[in-house]
C-alpha cells in the first residue's frame, strides 16, 4: 500500500520550468546569464515558451541553448528579441525523432545586460508549453526577478562602506515599515515597499562585507 501511495505521488507530481537563480543582485551595467531550467517528472521531448522582462532595467543580448537535450538531435529557435517591448517569443526546441528527456537541465541560456537603472525587473515566463510524443504535459512555472543596484551595495543600510551592526539596528528599528514608493528607504533592501525579514536576511548573509 506504501509503495503504491509513493508511486501515486511521483506520477501527480507537476513538471516544472524555473527561472534560475529565482533572485539576485546585480550592479546596474553588468552583463550576466539567466538559465531557463526544466525539472521534469515526466519524459520530455519538446518545450516552448516566452519572457518579458523591464526593459528599462535591462536588455537581452543572445538566447543560447541549454543542455536539457544534449546528445539529440534538435530544431531549436531561439526566439525573437524585443529589447523594447521587453519580449522574448517564439522559444522553442524538440527532439527530432526518436527519444525523450526524464533528468532536470537547462532549457536556454539567456545572456542580459543592465542598462545602468536602479530597480527591480521580473523575468516572467508565459505562454508555455511541455509535451512528451503526443501531449501536452502539466507543469509549474516559477518566475524569477533581478534587482539592479547603483554605487553601494543594497545590504549597506547607511552607506558607510561596512556592513555591521549598524546596518542591523536600522533595518530592525523599521521592521514591519511600509515603505512608499517602495525602495524609497535604504531599509527596503529589496525594494517591495515592506521591512520584513527578507530585508533581514539578506543584511545578515552579507554581515561584515565591505560596501
Same mark, same amino acid.
Given at each position: 500500500?506504501?509503495?503504491?501511495?509513493?508511486?501515486?505521488?511521483?506520477?501527480?507530481?507537476? $513538471?516544472?520550468?524555473?527561472?534560475?537563480?529565482?533572485?539576485?543582485?546585480?550592479?546596474?551595467? $553588468?552583463?550576466?546569464?539567466?538559465?531557463?531550467?526544466?525539472?521534469p517528472s515526466q519524459p520530455i521531448k519538446s518545450f516552448e515558451f516566452k519572457l518579458s522582462f523591464d526593459s528599462n532595467l535591462?536588455?537581452?543580448? %543572445?538566447?543560447?541553448?541549454?543542455?536539457?537535450?544534449?546528445?539529440?538531435? #534538435?530544431?531549436?529557435?531561439?526566439?525573437?528579441?524585443?529589447?523594447?517591448?521587453?519580449?522574448?517569443?517564439?522559444?522553442?526546441?524538440?527532439?527530432?525523432?526518436?527519444? $525523450?528527456?526524464?533528468?532536470?537541465?537547462?532549457?536556454?541560456?539567456?545572456?542580459?545586460?543592465?542598462?545602468?537603472?536602479?530597480?527591480?525587473?521580473?523575468?516572467?515566463?508565459?505562454?508555455?508549453?511541455? #509535451?512528451?510524443?503526443?501531449?501536452?504535459?502539466?507543469?509549474?512555472? $516559477?518566475?524569477?526577478?533581478?534587482?539592479?543596484?547603483?554605487?553601494?551595495?543594497?545590504?549597506?543600510?547607511?552607506?558607510?562602506?561596512?556592513?555591521?551592526?549598524?546596518?542591523? %539596528?536600522?533595518?530592525?528599528?523599521?521592521?514591519?515599515?511600509?515603505?512608499?514608493?517602495?525602495?524609497?528607504?535604504?531599509?527596503?533592501?529589496?525594494?517591495?515597499?515592506?521591512?520584513?525579514?527578507?530585508?533581514?536576511?539578506?543584511?545578515?548573509?552579507?554581515?561584515?562585507?565591505?560596501?
Amino acid at each position: 500500500m506504501a509503495a503504491s501511495l509513493f508511486a501515486m505521488i511521483l506520477t501527480c507530481k507537476a $513538471n516544472e520550468i524555473n527561472v534560475t537563480p529565482p533572485f539576485e543582485f546585480q550592479p546596474a551595467e $553588468n552583463s550576466f546569464d539567466v538559465v531557463i531550467y526544466c525539472v521534469p517528472s515526466q519524459p520530455i521531448k519538446s518545450f516552448e515558451f516566452k519572457l518579458s522582462f523591464d526593459s528599462n532595467l535591462l536588455q537581452a543580448n %543572445s538566447v543560447a541553448p541549454g543542455t536539457f537535450f544534449d546528445g539529440y538531435p #534538435t530544431f531549436f529557435s531561439a526566439g525573437i528579441i524585443d529589447n523594447t517591448a521587453g519580449t522574448i517569443t517564439e522559444i522553442y526546441s524538440l527532439i527530432i525523432g526518436q527519444g $525523450n528527456i526524464t533528468a532536470p537541465g537547462s532549457l536556454i541560456i539567456i545572456n542580459f545586460t543592465g542598462t545602468g537603472t536602479a530597480g527591480v525587473s521580473s523575468i516572467r515566463i508565459y505562454d508555455d508549453g511541455l #509535451t512528451n510524443e503526443t501531449m501536452y504535459l502539466v507543469h509549474e512555472t $516559477n518566475d524569477g526577478s533581478i534587482q539592479f543596484y547603483n554605487g553601494f551595495l543594497p545590504w549597506d543600510v547607511n552607506q558607510d562602506g561596512e556592513v555591521d551592526y549598524l546596518d542591523c %539596528s536600522l533595518t530592525i528599528a523599521h521592521y514591519m515599515d511600509i515603505v512608499s514608493p517602495p525602495g524609497s528607504q535604504p531599509w527596503d533592501i529589496l525594494i517591495n515597499g515592506v521591512v520584513d525579514y527578507l530585508d533581514l536576511s539578506v543584511l545578515v548573509s552579507h554581515y561584515d562585507a565591505h560596501g
